[in-house]
Structures are given as C-alpha cells and as structure tokens.
C-alpha cells in the first residue's frame, strides 16, 4: 500500500518523523545505485559525504556535474503521493541531495535543523529520505529527536568546525533532551520522511558498509522561496546555490503566485 496511513500522518505531526511503509521496487533502487556510481565517477574532485542537488545539471558553486536521471527519483508518483499526505496537494521540488557516507571514513553529522540554512518564508518543508542501502547504527543511520520540531522554530545552534564533519552548525539547546535519540534503521529502498524543524543528525561510518542515501527536499507551495535570503545564505554557506536554482512544481500549483519555477525537461 502506498498510502501513509491516519496512524502514520499522526505520528509524522506528533514526532516530525516517519517511515513508511511502503518501498521502491528493486530496480529502482538498483537504478539509484547504477546513478550513484555514474555521479561519483563524473565527480571525482569532491567527497560523496555531500552532493547536493544531483538533479541539477549545473549545480552552483559545488560544482556538481549532475543529471536529469535525479529528477526522476524525486517525481516518483508514490513517494509524491505520501508527500502530499503530509503537506498538502500544492508543492514543488527545490533541493536534492545525495549522502553518499562512504565505508569506514564516511563523516558524522551533528546534530542540527535544516531550516537553520533554507531562504523558505514561512519556513515549510518535508524531506524524504531514501535508502540506496541498509542504514543501521554500525554505518551511521540517520538519527532524529522526535518533538523537537513542535515548537516551530530554530533553536540553539553554535558553530563547530572540522574535516570529519559534514557541516559546520550544530545543535546545543539545553532544552533539548538528546536521551531520546531515535536511529531511523532501513532496508534499501525503505523511506523516511521528516519536518523541516526536527532536530536530527548521524555517527560516521566506521563499517566496511557504505550508507548511500538519496534525499528530497518539497515545500508547500503556500510558503514563497526568498531568493534575496537565498543570496545572503549563499554567502554564508559557501556552497549552495540558493540565489538562481531552479525549482519543479511536482503536485498542484504555485499558490503563493510568487515562485518562479523552471520550465520541464
């Protein structure tokens, strides 16, 4: 069944995190591996710790030689279906990324909120989280906080610097209980999804296993992305290219009116 279920909707508003039920068929998660070994090979200059939009063919400042076969993934009717459950029949498409968390030296991230770094006004999004292979505890699954997102805002964060991590913000709310830290444990083609506001991060990898994800990044299309903001969380970042990206309206419309999107491909 492709459907979340009521339970499953209500858990995703209680937690801010939820995984469903069901999985790609194993063709397509064998496809995602055949993608994901074309995109390391097309990339040799860069980490496949962060390849941020793959679904891009020019992919700003990263400089990602990325292709259409990423687009693809992200409009899978099933997996829209389920995004459409959890935030409502109007929404677009703006981000990819692929963590590819390569064997034994595959980095930690800490624990932090992706709204702290998207030009989203007001901040909205859902990101889905597929497995390309089995996460477990041992090659750094994705660990969340569930609740933290019920207060619908960023909390404490401080900067953290080093080459074995993957970003450089990291949670540290002393209102935050990290005790009950949640590992998101999937099968190669199992989904999670998860709120813009939950507190979430992963260990690195010391296994002889890679942990490869794909991720996709929706907003509702009743919250605008700032381009202006983009540009000055650019600066910030470094990295991502906020201020010119193209954006693919995958369910409904645009019911801001104030989001440009790209023409289809």
């Known amino acids: 069944m492709t459907r979340l279920s009521p339970a499953q909707v209500e ?22 591996r055949a993608a994901l070994e074309t995109l390391v090979d097309a990339n040799g ?31 899978i009717p099933e997996v829209l279906d389920m995004v459409e459950q959890l935030i409502g029949p109007d929404f677009l498409l703006w981000g ?84 009950t830290a949640r590992d998101v444990i999937l099968e190669a083609g199992q989904i999670s999804f998860h709120d813009v506001f939950l507190a979430h991060g992963s260990a690195p990898n010391r296994s002889g296993r890679r942990r490869a994800g794909f991720v996709c990044r929706y907003m509702p299309t009743t919250s605008v992305w700032d381009r202006e903001l983009g540009a000055i969380l650019e600066k910030r970042s470094g990295v991502i290219e906020f201020a010119e990206r193209d954006l693919y309206l995958v369910r409904g419309r645009d019911v801001s009116g104030q989001n440009s999107v790209a023409t289809d491909r």
């Open 96 to 179: 990819t990324t692929v963590f590819g968390k390569p064997a034994r030296d595959g980095k930690e991230t800490p624990w932090h909120q992706d709204g702290e770094y998207w030009p989203i006004r007001p901040l909205a999004s859902c990101s889905a989280w597929i497995a390309i292979d089995d996460a477990t505890p041992e090659n750094g699954c994705l660990r969340v906080l569930p609740g933290t997102h019920r207060r619908r805002q960023i909390l404490q964060h401080h900067r953290r610097d080093g080459d074995d991590i993957t970003l450089n913000e990291e949670l540290c709310d002393p209102a935050v209980d990290y005790q």
């Open 45 to 75: 200059h860069m980490s496949s710790d962060n390849m941020f939009c793959p679904h891009l063919r020019g992919a700003g400042a990263q400089g990602l030689a990325g292709d259409d076969s990423w687009l693809e993934f992200a409009r």
């Open 11 to 32: 858990a995703y508003r209680r937690d801010g995190h939820i995984t469903a039920d069901w999985r790609l068929p194993a063709e397509t998660v064998d496809a995602m």
